[in-house]
């Protein structure tokens, strides 16, 4: 063992883990400064607030999602999921039970959602990429079944629309420290995925299989028991972030969060996590989704359309990818 831990502390190794972390953070630095150039305008709690606000769905997409990444493996159906539980959720509402059955149902049928994408890639053999490429048009063709092709509008959310007030001083709505429920949330489970991922077994092995599927099957590890967990997790959260997409449409949608697993993609890979597997930092995530955010608050305070928007995103990923390739290279060299 201490041959294999040995090159990790030299002093290289620590600096390009140095590096990985404090990128996302440099980048929000970096756009902040540019934008700052082109609209000085200050940005003050209120504005905080409100990003932090727009970035739980994502971010909390964006957690589970570092796993499958760190897995080597990719999940397209994250979109579709969120849609799915953000109607499971209304109608759980609708139909009277309350918004502690509504925050399970949309779990449970995200947890559902992400343990048949790890049966598919793991009994049936099917790529990642094919696999969720498939449940991708599944999941949303479920959600418009279930929903009757409409929004589900319930007439009480139960609490739930408290969540997420950015300003729950005017509104009256729970908060702690000035931030709403739902900003707690994801702060919570950034920071219980982070922990897991760093300081658990089951962490360790998605890192392994990530690194090298082929040795961490020799070593021991059960691969595909491991899989199913990471997509069982992804899924869940995934659930969670449909929940909250619910809550802040006041509806559930089965057309929402269409393209989002772009955003949840591009955020985990602005944070440090590479699409060959083995590295990735759910701080990093989260990072990375608060810093989409902050391009589409700043776009959209300069008057810019979406499609600038989605031109900007769409070539950030293009450069993220660009540096992770760039990097696995001159590893190799």
């Keep these: 063992m201490s041959g294999t831990s040995e090159p990790q ?9 140095l590096r990985g ?9 970096v756009v902040g400064a540019v934008f700052a150039a082109f609209a000085p305008e200050n940005l003050g709690p209120k504005t905080w607030r409100l990003m932090l606000v727009q970035t739980v769905p994502v971010g909390l997409a964006a957690a589970g999602m570092t796993y499958v ?9 994250v979109g579709s999921v969120i849609a799915l539980a953000s109607v499971t959720g209304a109608l759980t509402l609708h139909g009277g039970h309350g918004g502690e ?15 048949y994408n790890g049966l598919l890639i793991n009994v049936l053999r099917l790529p990642p990429f094919i696999a969720t490429l498939g449940t991708m048009g599944f999941y949303r063709g479920m959600a418009k079944w279930l929903s ?5 509008r319930p007439d009480d959310l139960d609490g739930l629309d408290l969540w997420l007030r950015p300003y729950p001083e005017l509104s009256g709505a729970p908060a702690f420290l000035g931030l709403p429920i739902g900003v707690w949330v994801l702060l919570g489970v950034t920071g219980a995925a982070a922990l897991v991922l760093r300081r658990s077994v089951f962490g360790r092995y ?23 967990g990471i997509y069982t997790l992804a899924g869940a959260l995934a659930g969670l972030a449909g929940l909250m997409t619910m809550v802040r449409l006041t ?8 393209g989002l697993e772009l955003d949840v993609i ?13 590295q990735g930092s759910v701080l990093g995530a989260f990072m990375g989704a608060l810093l989409m955010t902050f391009l589409r608050n700043r776009c959209t305070a300069m008057g810019l359309p979406n499609y600038v928007q989605e031109i900007i995103v769409g070539h950030i990923i293009i450069g993220a990818v660009a540096v992770d390739q760039l990097r696995l290279r001159r590893r190799g060299s």
């Design 9 to 17: 502390r030299t002093p290289g190794a620590l600096a390009r883990q």
């Design 21 to 29: 972390a404090l990128a996302p953070f440099i980048g929000m630095i």
């Design 69 to 77: 990444i760190i897995s080597a493996g990719i999940d397209l159906s």
């Design 101 to 115: 059955a509504a925050v399970l149902a949309a779990l449970l049928t995200g947890a559902t959602c992400g343990l």
């Design 148 to 152: 009757g092709r409409a929004a589900v």
């Design 206 to 228: 998605t890192l392994a299989i990530g690194s090298n599927e082929a040795t961490a099957r020799l070593c021991g590890i059960r691969i595909g028991r491991t899989k199913l």
């Design 251 to 258: 509806e559930g949608d089965p057309t929402s969060a269409l």
């Design 266 to 278: 591009a955020a985990v890979v602005i944070g440090g996590a590479s699409l060959s597997g083995g």
